[in-house]
């Protein structure tokens, strides 16, 4: 096999999902071969540098092998070399940490917790409260 299409080798490298996920990402320039945009129909050769856009990350991979049929995630190494630069990686380390804010407890919504709390707490001051105006209107 000297050569496979782009959106089927993207897809037997589990880099997307399906492989007409991996078409529209060719069609929408977020995958470059070279520096040059590649529509889905263009091939590979062992030895390419590919790059693929993801969020903010741009992935680095160099092909070792061809494949067109979907691997094992075990198998990829064996077929490709990911030769992401560092900088890259820490961008996406630093959208990991800033995704997990995390609120102080009692800012924002109640949790379901402090709901049924609230709810308790309110049902029962009620109860007792429109009990003894229903006490107080019998006596007269």
Known sequence: MAEVRVDKYLFAMRIYKTRSIAADACKNGRVKLNGVEVKPSRSFHVGDVFTVRKGPITYTYRILQLCEHRLGAKLVPDYMRDETPKEQLELLELARMAGNGSRDRGTGRPTK??????????????????DSLDDEEEDE
Not at 113 to 130: A, C, N, V
């Open 113 to 130: 917790k402090d709901r049924r709390e609230i709810e308790s707490f309110i049902s029962t001051d009620y109860d007792y409260l429109f």
